[in-house]
């Protein structure tokens, strides 16, 4: 079965640091474009980062130099590093495919950076 698993969210202050993980049972991960995204409230789902299989990583401009996308295939885990947080970093985080088609969503997790 098909899921995907967020967690690592939190309530931290601005400038702090946070790690979210998602376990991924999905076929054939180690061979995946994986990806990061961010849904702040009454906002569209935007991607924040993504990694290929032969771990190629790309930013969104708001995220490049703060965010660290990373994968341990064989614990078919997806890790955002994410440094130097800022307000408006606040929203639900979810992993999924990157490669344009997506699977059933996770949960999410919550992140919320306070000024």
């Known amino acids: 079965q098909v899921q995907l698993v967020e967690s690592g969210g939190g309530l931290v202050q601005a400038g702090g640091s946070l790690r979210l993980s998602c376990i991924a049972s999905?076929?054939?991960?180690?061979?995946?474009?994986m990806a990061w995204f961010r849904q702040a409230p009454g906002k569209q789902r935007d991607m924040d980062a993504t990694?290929?299989?032969?771990?190629?990583?790309n930013y969104a401009d708001s995220v490049k130099g703060r965010f660290t996308i990373s994968r341990d295939n064989a614990k078919h885990t997806l890790y955002l590093q994410m440094d130097t947080l800022k307000p408006e970093d606040t929203a639900v985080y979810y992993c999924?495919?990157?490669?344009?088609?997506?699977?059933?969503w996770g949960q999410g997790t919550q992140v919320t950076v306070s000024s």
């Open positions: 999924n495919s990157g490669s344009g088609f997506s699977f059933p």
């Open positions: 999905i076929f054939r991960f180690s061979g995946r474009t």
């Open positions: 990694i290929t299989n032969t771990l190629d990583t």
